[in-house]
């Protein structure tokens, strides 16, 4: 959480910027109505200082790394990533001095891979063909050559961790204990897991609905992984249930946040929201909560915000 300004020994005192992670805002949509007397209300992660929910574990994992001791100054780090959780390493990386090298596929927009690198990142592409599961075999063959030293979003429990000291205490609070249902994109599952727990831990009965791609489907920040990927972190009884999610339908929510409620934000984002009518479609007085990843800018190449035809 931001600090206030503070006087000590004489000085003011002010937030660093890695104290401004978390805390972002949780809204009602407007124009986008569920019915049935249902609240829709979207956690706007794209307010974090690097602009996604990806901000919180990324300075999870490298704190909790240096608490330990298994990062010493002047150490490399290797992550595999689709995106948003390396622009967010890249930027703690930066503010903490450490050399960071990515390795993404190279169908990522442009906008992605700039950010990156503005903040000092190298940046390795394997092919669109191989995804994110040849970037994460690379980034494992150059960790095991000693090239320097693995964060591992997708195994790593500081990644959840962040979301169950962070994400999920604040939904708690900023509802005042009234949501019925968490709607979430899945990805490395980080948050999802680390928001579960939270929740569950305070209601036994709110709903934790996942969300992954339909067969055939690309969307940025939702994956369905193989069985030898599946993320070490993802405890599959802490969801209570899965909807598959389609790419039209994604990209067409996506363009819906932006144009008929003012949230500019990504695919996965669009995701999350229809993932959160479906879930409204069947529900009466519910208090439905989606998490919006991320912003839209970091897509405008891609052509996504065009007009449907």
């Given at each position: 959480m931001p600090k206030r300004p503070f006087q000590k020994d004489g000085y003011m005192h002010f937030s660093t910027l890695e104290e401004t992670i978390g805390k972002t805002p949780l809204v009602r949509l407007k124009r986008i109505t569920a019915g049935r007397n249902n609240t829709l209300l979207a956690k706007l992660e794209g307010n974090n200082p690097a602009g996604s929910v990806k901000d919180r574990p990324a300075l999870e994992m490298l704190e909790q790394a240096e608490a330990r001791?298994?990062?010493?100054?002047?150490?490399?780090?290797?992550?595999?990533?689709?995106?948003?959780?390396?622009?967010?390493?890249?930027?703690?990386?930066?503010?903490?001095?450490?050399?960071?090298?990515?390795?993404?596929?190279?169908?990522?927009?442009?906008?992605?891979?700039?950010?990156?690198?503005?903040?000092?990142?190298?940046?390795?592409?394997?092919?669109?063909?191989?995804?994110?599961?040849?970037?994460?075999?690379?980034?494992?063959?150059?960790?095991?050559?000693?090239?320097?030293?693995?964060?591992?979003?997708?195994?790593?429990?500081?990644?959840p961790l962040a979301h169950y000291e962070g994400t999920g205490p604040e939904l708690w609070e900023q509802t005042a204990g009234t949501l019925t249902h968490f709607v979430s994109s899945m990805g490395t599952t980080g948050t999802i897991m680390g928001v579960s727990r939270a929740l569950k831990e305070r209601n036994t009965e709110v709903q934790i609905v996942g969300?992954?791609?339909?067969?055939?489907?690309?969307?940025?920040?939702?994956?369905?992984?193989?069985?030898?990927?599946?993320?070490?972190?993802?405890?599959?009884?802490?969801?209570?249930?899965?909807?598959?999610?389609?790419?039209?339908?994604?990209?067409?929510?996506?363009?819906?946040?932006?144009?008929?409620?003012?949230?500019?934000?990504?695919?996965?984002?669009?995701?999350?929201?229809?993932?959160?009518l479906r879930v409204a479609a069947e529900v009466e007085n519910a208090v439905i909560v989606f998490i919006v990843c991320d912003r839209g800018d970091r897509y405008l190449s891609t052509g996504l915000f065009a007009e449907e035809s």
């Open positions: 001791g298994t990062l010493a100054p002047g150490d490399t780090l290797i992550e595999a990533t689709s995106g948003n959780t390396g622009i967010a390493l890249a930027m703690v990386a930066a503010i903490k001095g450490y050399r960071l090298v990515l390795i993404m596929p190279e169908n990522a927009s442009s906008e992605r891979k700039q950010a990156m690198i503005a903040y000092g990142a190298e940046l390795i592409e394997v092919s669109r063909e191989g995804g994110m599961e040849e970037a994460r075999d690379l980034a494992d063959n150059m960790i095991a050559r000693g090239d320097g030293k693995p964060l591992d979003q997708f195994a790593n429990p500081d990644n969300l992954q791609p339909e067969d055939g489907a690309s969307i940025a920040g939702i994956r369905r992984w193989p069985e030898a990927y599946l993320p070490g972190i993802f405890e599959p009884a802490r969801v209570d249930r899965m909807l598959d999610i389609g790419q039209a339908e994604a990209e067409h929510h996506m363009r819906r946040l932006a144009r008929e409620e003012g949230i500019f934000a990504g695919v996965s984002s669009g995701g999350a929201l229809a993932g959160a």
